[in-house]
């Protein structure tokens, strides 16, 4: 499979029948089209595919978007059915995690981890405290000496308008504030993550976006990369959300790794705010490693110039750099990054993340 | 140009650029990025789920046609009558905006 049919496979990924045919016959067609395009401008054969493939951007996007008009509806009415399947079967066997009916993508116009707050209480043991007040909710797991508070205020909870009598929860603030609380809670999977608080397993239902698995890890990231470079300085790690419009650049690595595993790329960059300058990871992306052992990561433009060491400390001292140099664009040197395996482990703050061994540039221009 | 911008008019961009020739996916780029002079600028990829989309509502329809000077064939849209009394309001709706908030807008 060449590098084109490798980005349409993976745009329409999802769709079936008629409607992937189409949508491979009209990629395939502008891709055709904006190859000639730039073979005109003076690019080679090579060159010119890499950035007609470029122009169209990341193919992920692309496959979500498309997935959204052509085949959600039919796979959020059969993610209800499973889940009325699943409830009246797990009402019999009990043993089986219950699933959770979570993911942004299953509900409109909110971004996030989501899951109902019935779901939630289906699914945590009988002794488990859920408390909601008028702009909190309160949640006590047995064993817990007092509970953590999610506000409405921040986002933790939505129970306004549509959401109000059975408000939605924000899973990744919950697992966050869980764990500081000293509850173990665990990610694991990527198509289908589930998550474990304590002893009460959440398996998001299928048909989750896989989004979803990447906000939770994303979780695991920032509690344990917080450290890292605590100072009481100005210098802070902080981790920014990147917008769709500005991916753009992709990186696939050789890592050799088990399919399924989780994985972390970090860029960093130096961020001017206010009066104030300090060392950050502007650019992340996570992704898991596909069935050949190679993982995909995503990167905004601005880290074209990226060199990913296996070296941890390399962060570190590519922040100490940012922050000496006054202008970052002055930088002959390319971005120093590094490559993290994540184990899911939300609630470790002390554990340090393992570097993986990679050396090699980007092979974006 | 922003891309909450562009977000919150492609439906009419779209629409507007398919008003008066049935045109294929890389010729709406082309033909939006002159009428903008290059204003609008986004990534290719997302244009298809946009126009999926509009295609699904019934605004606009799409078919495959052989390529003049051969490659792959090219799925050309057209605007459906749904689709033109749909960019009449868009239209109006915009005209009605945009003088609302020309006091606002400082000098040209």
Not at chain 1, 78 to 89: C, K, Q
Request: proline fraction near 5%; aromatic fraction near 6%.
């Amino acid at each position: 499979m060449n590098e084109a049919e490798r980005f349409i496979y993976r745009g329409t990924r999802g769709l079936w029948g008629k409607r992937r045919e189409e949508a491979q016959g009209e990629l395939r067609s502008h891709i055709y089209e904006r190859t000639q395009y730039h073979l005109q401008l003076g690019s080679d054969e090579h060159e010119a595919l890499v950035r007609a493939l470029r122009d169209l951007g990341d193919p992920h996007t692309l496959h979500l978007g498309l997935l959204r008009i052509h085949s959600l509806p039919l796979m959020m009415a059969l993610a209800l059915t499973g889940a009325l399947l699943t409830g009246a079967i797990s009402t019999l066997v009990q043993a089986q995690p219950i699933t959770v009916q979570g993911g942004s993508h299953d509900f409109e116009r909110v971004d996030g981890v989501y899951i109902r707050l019935s779901d939630l209480k289906a699914a945590l043991p009988g002794t488990a405290q859920l408390t909601v007040t008028q702009a909190n909710l309160h949640v006590r797991l047995p064993g817990m000496v007092r509970p953590v508070v999610l506000q409405n205020r921040f986002g933790s909870v939505l129970q306004q308008g549509a959401y109000a009598g059975n408000p939605l929860v924000n899973l990744v603030d919950l697992a966050r504030e869980l764990g500081q609380a000293g509850v173990a809670v665990n990610v694991d999977g990527w198509e289908r993550p589930r998550v474990h608080l304590g002893s009460t397993t959440l398996d998001l239902a299928p048909g989750t976006h896989r989004t979803v698995a990447a906000e939770l890890y994303w979780t695991e990231l920032l509690n344990r990369t917080r450290h890292w470079f605590a100072s009481p300085g100005s210098r802070r790690l902080g981790l920014q959300r990147m917008s769709p419009q500005d991916i753009g650049v992709i990186h696939t690595l050789a890592l050799k790794a088990r399919p399924g595993e989780v994985f972390a790329l970090l860029v960093p960059q130096r961020v001017e705010k206010m009066n104030f300058s300090f060392g950050a990871v502007l650019a992340y992306s996570i992704s898991a490693a596909g069935l050949d052992g190679s993982v995909t990561f995503t990167l905004p433009s601005l880290a074209r110039r990226l060199h990913v060491t296996g070296e941890l400390r390399a962060l570190g001292q590519a922040i100490d750099v940012l922050n000496r140099e006054p202008d970052t664009s002055a930088l002959a040197e390319a971005y120093p990054a590094v490559v993290v395996r994540l184990d899911g482990e939300l609630s470790s703050t002390a554990k340090p993340l393992t570097p993986v061994n990679v050396n090699l540039r980007s092979t974006v221009p | 140009m922003d891309g909450n911008t562009l977000r919150g008019h492609l439906d009419l961009i779209l629409l507007s650029s398919l008003e008066h020739e049935p045109l294929y996916g890389v010729a709406i780029i082309t033909k939006v990025n002159e009428r903008t002079g290059g204003h609008f600028t986004f990534k290719e990829g997302t244009l298809y789920p946009a126009l999926h989309r509009l295609e699904k509502a019934g605004l606009i329809t799409g078919e495959f046609h052989p390529a003049p000077h051969g490659g792959p064939p090219r799925k050309y849209y057209t605007l459906t009558d749904k689709g033109c009394s749909e960019l009449t309001r868009k239209q109006k709706d915009w005209q009605a905006f945009s003088r609302a908030m020309r006091p606002f807008g400082g000098e040209a």
